[in-house]
């Protein structure tokens, strides 16, 4: 019989797990390490979450049901003691343009409530403070605070005129029906350029509307009326309904860009919401306010019967700032957050409650986070433990490891290399385990004490978009560059947004997803498949295309997916292996071709570590070798592309640039998902690419990356408002002297 006091899995066979049988104490904090690969997040997120949810979900009616996530049963024998699972993962929270840090966290629903209580002069109720109510919305803009702008200077060419095809846009061109709608008005001088125009000339061209011409020319249609060219496009091409909107998106987009809304400036409330005040801010004023100032503000309000409210307000941003946010405003659209902004968010949610006797599953809760502010995440999940509640965290990083009650080490490599249980116990143990956690956990980086030296520089200056003040920089070239600084202290503003303005050359190897289905996977990503493909055909006389399985070669049951799903309306959809082809996408005939023993299918379920030693063609294995440099070859050839996580697919296009020279490559946050022993594998990528003639700029919080820079740029000496600003930038041996600098501290000669 088994403990109440643990959570028991039993016969966890997901993915890569090699039917592991593990004991997870209850109310502790459980911290789960190993390579990326070895089958942690197969274990914690597929089978323990997923199992917890998918009971939770089946307690209520097939009508909730079938709005809710649909969570398939995981590959176990059993998992006994489950409690209820709250997963809070890095999926950005997304949301459009009506999702803010206010809305989500319900910081806005009670500022709301305080305005509609104590704001002068009176308004209204609570509702009617929120940009989503048509009666409380700005008309001009919709409650977005942003609308869409025409750019004349791309919309029209001033050098010309209107028979020389002035009007840039399709459809207004030189004999076109809407050409037509302007020369024949007799309004205009058809040949006279638009530079010589007259104001009232280009205004009526441009916006005048809703009248008719009292001379026009042969063409014009006798009952018409004027169209401005701006209203005209706005109401053909700018309408959701339009299917002229989606046929010259592409023009649409460059001579129609967002800006602030002009009527409201971008408060998204109508005037009668902005005039009711507290202490001379309107709403819109507050969620403006940075976090921190914000709570400022809310202490100096006094009035009778507000106090209640004032203080929930008071405690939920308490908790943004403890977590690190406070550089943020609550008018901050929550599809701008990163992954770990977001992960934080969804925490925040979770401190104000008193519910006890949850799991709570965290996904690298240090993700984005400079060392100075983990020890608040730290402290974040001890109080969640100590309501009474079991935390299990998936996570790389040293400081965070070293505050489990529990550690569960997977491994001992990736892929089906791993897969199974190496260590379990406590951290003294683990730091004594012949495992490549505990090998790593007890090194401290040093600053290297050989650098390269420039070969030249690339200058920004007075640069001050969004929180930068006025920030002056050189970046050598040649070298490795890292650019520092707390989350929030302008790092990505900086590298990302203003470098790339001064060198348009830069390359970016970032997270994002690579636009992909499950019909792409490495092989065919990479180019390697169609020479696969051809040696296929050459060695067995028949055609290329039979080795496509989304092509002529396809299972006729699945149509080359593998496998069948069914809908089962409020159930979970059905996910079965096709009973044709057994899972192997192709159809009988082409299974029967071998390739050196192998079939196609054979082949894409190789991992690249063993198609390397399979494939010596020069088409194929330099391919392979640089996707094994960079610390993937435990992923197969088929696997889908939209499976990798983003510190993969990081890692797909960083294969892709492996043999170039002399580029200039931005690396924003490498190290996000990898264990310390692939952080090692990196470095050596990286020191590759600059040995090569390269120059790699590098915004990370990584230590070790940290201390492999040639030259460090740090920014600081906070977030938000209190960032912004060069704190150091020079050779790592002088940024352990300087006092202002967060990151100095954490360094070591």
């Known amino acids: 019989m088994c403990s109440r006091s643990n959570i028991e899995v039993i016969g966890a066979r997901e993915k890569n797990l090699k039917s592991i049988n593990l004991k997870i104490p209850k109310k502790q904090i459980t911290v789960f390490t190993g390579v990326s690969g070895s089958g ?24 909730i049901r079938h709005r809710l996530p649909h969570y398939g049963q995981p590959n176990v024998d059993s998992i006994e003691n489950l409690s209820v699972a709250i997963v809070i993962n890095q999926k950005r929270i997304g949301g459009n343009g009506r999702s803010t840090v206010g809305t989500i966290t319900d910081i806005y629903s009670l500022l709301r409530l305080l305005f509609s209580r104590i704001g002068k002069p009176f308004a209204g109720y609570s509702d009617i403070f929120s940009f989503n109510n048509p009666q409380g919305m700005c008309l001009r803009c919709e409650g977005l605070g942003k609308v869409k702008i025409f750019d004349i200077s791309r919309l029209i060419d001033s050098q010309k005129s209107l028979n020389e095809g002035a009007i840039q846009f399709p459809t207004f061109r030189p004999g076109e029906v809407r050409w037509k709608r302007y020369v024949c008005t007799g309004l205009f001088d058809n040949d006279k350029k638009l530079k010589d125009y007259t104001e009232d000339e280009l205004d009526t061209l441009l916006y005048k509307t809703d009248f008719k011409p009292s001379n026009p020319t042969e063409g014009w249609p006798p009952t018409s009326k004027y169209e401005g060219v701006i209203p005209r496009i706005q109401r053909t091409f700018l309408n959701k309904e339009s299917r002229d909107a989606v046929l010259y998106k592409e023009t649409i987009d460059y001579v129609v860009t967002k800006g602030v809304c002009p009527l409201c400036e971008g408060a998204r409330l109508n005037q009668e919401m902005l005039g009711c005040k507290i202490n001379g801010k309107n709403i819109a004023d507050c969620t403006k306010m940075q976090v921190s100032d914000l709570i400022n503000f809310m202490r100096t309000i006094k009035e009778p019967y507000s106090h209640t409210i004032v203080d929930a307000i008071i405690h939920r941003l308490e ?41 709570y599953i965290f996904d690298e809760p240090s993700i984005g986070l400079h060392p100075h502010d983990i020890n608040k995440i730290n402290s974040l999940l001890r109080q969640l433990r100590d309501k009474g509640n079991t935390v299990l965290i998936v996570e790389h990083d040293p400081d965070v490891i070293k505050i489990a009650d529990h550690i569960v080490d997977v491994g001992p490599k990736a892929g089906i290399k791993g897969g199974r249980v190496v260590y379990e116990g406590d951290l003294n143990g683990l730091v004594k385990a012949d495992t490549l956690t505990g090998k790593f956990l007890n090194n401290k980086p040093r600053l290297k004490k050989e650098i390269r030296k420039p070969a030249g520089w690339f200058v920004i200056k007075h640069a001050s978009l969004h929180n930068l003040k006025d920030v002056s920089i050189k970046v050598p070239k040649g070298v ?14 900086l590298i990302n947004h203003v470098f790339p303005k001064y060198h348009p050359e830069t390359i970016f190897i970032d997270q994002g997803s690579i636009q992909a289905s499950n019909r792409s996977n490495i092989a065919t990503y990479t180019g390697i ?6 040696m296929f055909a050459k060695q067995n006389g028949v055609e290329a295309a039979l080795f496509s399985f989304n092509s002529k070669g396809a299972c006729p049951k699945c149509k080359g997916l593998g496998m069948i799903y069914t809908d089962l309306a409020f159930m979970d959809t059905m996910e079965s292996i096709c009973e044709v082809c057994q899972g192997r996408r192709f159809n009988e005939q082409v299974i029967q071709f071998k390739l050196r023993g192998k079939s196609i299918s054979e082949v894409l379920e190789m991992t690249i570590d063993e198609a390397m030693e399979f494939f010596y063609q020069k088409e194929i294995f330099p391919t392979l070798k640089r996707l094994k440099d960079v610390g993937i070859g435990y992923i197969t050839l088929g696997q889908p592309l939209n499976t990798l996580s983003g510190g993969e697919l990081q890692r797909v296009k960083l294969a892709a640039e492996l043999e170039s020279r002399g580029n200039v490559y931005v690396l924003d946050e490498p190290t996000t998902g990898l264990h310390m022993s692939d952080i090692e594998q990196l470095i050596l990528i990286m020191n590759r690419l600059v040995d090569q003639g390269s120059t790699v700029i590098v915004i990370e919080h990584n230590l070790n990356i940290i201390s492999q820079a040639d030259w460090i740029i740090d920014l600081g000496p906070g977030a938000g408002q209190d960032g912004g600003k060069v704190i150091f930038q020079g050779q790592p041996k002088d940024i352990v002297n300087c006092n202002s600098s967060i990151t100095g501290k954490y360094l070591t000669i």
């Open 480 to 493: 490795m560059t890292v650019v520092t600084g707390v989350a929030g202290s302008g790092k990505s503003t």
């Open 40 to 63: 942690k997040s197969a274990l914690v997120f597929d089978t323990i979450a997923a199992e917890s949810q998918r009971q939770l979900n089946e307690t209520y009616s097939s009508f």
């Open 529 to 534: 498949f169609d020479s696969i493909r051809s």
């Open 319 to 359: 908790h943004l700032i403890f977590i690190g946010l406070g550089y943020l405003n609550l008018n901050r659209e929550t599809s701008t957050l990163s992954g770990g902004e977001s992960q934080r968010i969804k925490m925040v949610r979770q401190l104000g409650g008193s519910l006890t006797d949850i799991t």
